[in-house]
């Protein structure tokens, strides 16, 4: 026996509640970059911080994984769902408090042969600021564009180094497709993050 839909509707509400602050501070300051604030700015905090989420995803599974919703799981999830969203909000407190300012990325933009518009930051915070403005850009980090610049061939790169200011041309072939660069190996793109005490939020 499963939850019913209809406990399945609430409890995915609270999940959304939580998740709507998450990205609200994901656009304020950048996905991941509040974390690593209050880490460098109070590491007793973010510890405690790291705790609240690791009692509010066990509360969740356990009412996801519950034959039944219970009254006292229900109570426990929303109980640790309003926790998880004071806790965000008191890293964002403290990342105010402190003077650190708010992400405000620096895009350079150019349009490809396709029409599409490429982006271009330097982190993957500064990403997330731009996707979550909602403009259809395609968005590269400086990271990603090194990947990009590795799979070049080495006498390409060779040329940029050998003669200073040197420009690179396509070859006919590659002007008739979409992509300059015969993509044969896949590219190793983003990093996983890891993740992990009754806080006071």
Not at 26 to 46: F, H, M, Q, S, Y
Not at 52 to 77: F, I, N
Not at 138 to 157: Q, S
Not at 162 to 191: C, H, M, V
Request: negative net charge; charged residues 25%; hydrophobic residues 50%.
């Amino acid at each position: 026996m499963a939850i019913t839909p209809e406990d399945a509707d609430t409890l995915t509400g609270f999940f959304e509640a939580v998740d709507v602050v998450r990205s609200d501070m994901a656009v304020k300051w950048g996905t991941g970059r509040l974390e690593l604030i209050a880490g460098r700015l109070n590491p007793a905090l973010l510890a405690r911080f790291r705790g609240q989420q690791v009692r509010w995803r066990d509360a969740l599974k356990a009412a996801w994984d519950a034959d039944y919703l219970t009254r006292d799981a229900l109570a426990l999830v929303e109980q640790k769902s309003g926790a998880m969203q004071r806790a965000w909000l008191a890293l964002d407190a403290a990342a105010a408090e402190a003077g650190e300012r708010e992400i405000a990325p620096w895009v350079w933009e150019c349009e490809l042969e396709d029409g599409t518009i490429a982006a271009f930051v330097q982190d993957d915070a500064q990403a997330s600021k731009v996707l979550h403005e909602g403009r259809h850009v395609a968005v590269y980090t400086v990271k990603e564009i090194a990947a990009l610049i590795d799979a070049v061939p080495n006498a390409l790169k060779l040329a940029k180094v050998t003669f200073p200011g040197a420009k690179l041309q396509l070859p006919e072939p590659y002007t008739r497709i979409r992509s300059p660069i015969p993509w044969n190996d896949p590219i190793p793109f983003g990093e996983a993050a890891a993740e992990e005490e009754e806080a006071p939020f």
